[in-house]
């Protein structure tokens, strides 16, 4: 069978003068998980596998309205676009199309208006039952289906957790992926565990998939860390040498992750990574001296808030104090802090973004990520907003504001992300940076200052909108 799988973009990429050197705005690495799923289904070797990523290509449509099904992810972010191209293929294909991912598994209903069926949950096990079925003609019928069968809604809940997570995901599978991965905006990337045992009120991720964490052994993740090394850099000259770890909580399983430390450094690579991390590593020094020794020179810390309130009111278990401590402690390992940031909590009010820059300069922290909450159904942060959320696409769930805040405009609030994002790459601190960082650290900072200006252009065509329903909704100017 022909078997094609997308990744709807946001919008598709477009090469440009502006994306050779530096973040383009919409650039992304193609997705470890529907590389995982297409590398699954490759795996009998008779079906003909191709997976198309919008963050890197464009779709090629006679190949994709040949095929016998098209399986395509969503994130909340790409819902819209991938609802766009399941319509399409629909319309002008005899191809059973699928959804899943993130987004589809917490608004099921919403996708499967959209495609024959949707795969709820992790698709490792329910993927190659879908196909057996089309293959053999059979309805199908299991767990982690949904779908609409005349007016009827079909609801077979989530897919059981896959006894199986060790797939190495096979990138070459994607189309025009080793072309793209010579660019030094993309990083290769592993996914070595799932789950994470926290209940953030805003998460998608454990409202969708759990908090039971699950680990690949620490063979098959350096395995995979060594191919996806090799996939990027084999006829590349990349800048850039530094691979992300892309688990939401890569340090839940203690000795697990201290294992996989260890077998990086017992096989000798020497490569920078990131992964992301609570602050609690932070109080952990034997761990801080193995990450150090592996080759992470850098965490990316889910900060989120500088307030106990609103670390409170979003049940995040953190404070200021821990968090402020954990800081220091990670550098005086000699590994930099990024700051992954959340603006427009209940207690959030006008002057939120300076003090944002002010803490990440004090505090030398090395880059951030700045977004404003976002509300996606299935989460406890979505059932207390979901009366004062402005109406709009899914697309604009990239950091935009897309909801009232109680204290402060939506206009204001998208105005004091520009502004925190302005005073942390301002020109002089570029300059700064290109004198005093070096290696990595300094391209990083330079890459980032030219893709943050991009996102505050993108930011800044929408205040008169939001400068619109703010007075509508009452805010005082
Ligand atoms: S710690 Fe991170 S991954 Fe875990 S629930 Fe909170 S936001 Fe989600």
Request: charged share 25%; with cysteine; aromatic share 10%.
């Amino acid at each position: 069978m022909k078997l094609r799988f997308i990744e709807p973009g946001n919008p598709p990429y477009r090469p440009s003068v502006e994306n050779l050197f530096v973040y383009d705005k919409y650039i992304r690495t193609p997705s470890t998980g529907l590389i995982t799923l297409a590398t699954i289904a490759a795996g009998n070797g008779d079906d003909d596998v191709l997976m198309y990523s919008e963050s890197i290509s464009k779709i090629i449509w006679e190949d994709v309205l040949d095929a016998d099904m098209v399986f395509i992810s969503i994130f909340t972010f790409s819902a819209d676009r991938g609802y766009y191209l399941a319509d399409r293929i629909r319309q002008n294909s005899k191809a059973v199309v699928v959804m899943g991912g993130l987004h589809a598994t917490l608004c099921p209903r919403e996708a499967a208006a959209h495609c024959h069926y949707v795969l709820s949950g992790e698709g490792d096990e329910t993927v190659l039952q879908l196909i057996d079925c089309i293959r053999k003609g059979k309805t199908p019928d299991f767990e982690g289906l949904c779908l609409f069968s005349g007016k009827e809604f079909i609801d077979r809940g989530r897919a059981c957790l896959p006894k199986n997570i060790e797939t190495i995901p096979d990138n070459s599978l994607c189309y025009n992926f080793k072309k793209m991965a010579g660019h030094n905006t993309m990083w290769p990337q592993v996914h070595a565990s799932r789950g994470c045992p926290h209940n953030c009120d805003y998460c998608a991720l454990v409202a969708a998939f759990g908090r039971k964490v699950r680990t690949r052994s620490p063979e098959n993740v350096v395995d995979n860390i060594e191919s996806a090394i090799d996939f990027f850099d084999k006829g590349h000259h990349r800048l850039t040498r530094l691979l992300w770890i892309t688990d939401d909580n890569f340090f839940a399983d203690r000795q697990w992750a201290m294992a996989v430390l260890i077998e990086i450094i017992n096989r000798g690579i020497k490569y920078s990574f990131t992964v992301q991390a609570r602050y609690e590593v932070g109080f952990d020094d034997e761990m801080l001296e193995l990450l150090k020794k592996a080759g992470f020179d850098e965490l990316a810390m889910g900060i989120e808030f500088l307030e106990d309130e609103a670390f409170r009111l979003n049940g995040k278990k953190s404070s200021y104090e821990e968090i402020l401590r954990s800081v220091k402690n990670i550098q005086k390992h000699n590994i930099r802090v990024r700051g992954l940031f959340i603006v427009g909590a209940d207690n959030h009010t006008e002057g939120v973004g300076k003090r944002l820059a002010e803490f990440v300069i004090h505090n030398n922290i090395s880059g951030v990520l700045i977004q404003s909450m976002y509300f996606i159904p299935g989460t406890a942060a979505y059932e207390s907003h979901k009366d004062r959320l402005i109406k709009g696409d899914w697309s604009r769930c990239i950091g935009k504001v897309v909801h009232y805040p109680e204290k402060i405009s939506p206009y204001c609030l998208q105005k004091e992300i520009i502004t925190a994002s302005r005073i942390i790459y301002s020109p002089k601190r570029l300059i700064s940076a290109i004198i005093k960082k070096r290696g990595v650290e300094r391209i990083l900072f330079m890459g980032e200052y030219f893709w943050q200006q991009s996102v505050r252009r993108e930011l800044k065509k929408e205040l008169p909108y939001l400068k619109k329903i703010s007075r509508e909704a009452g805010y005082e100017e």
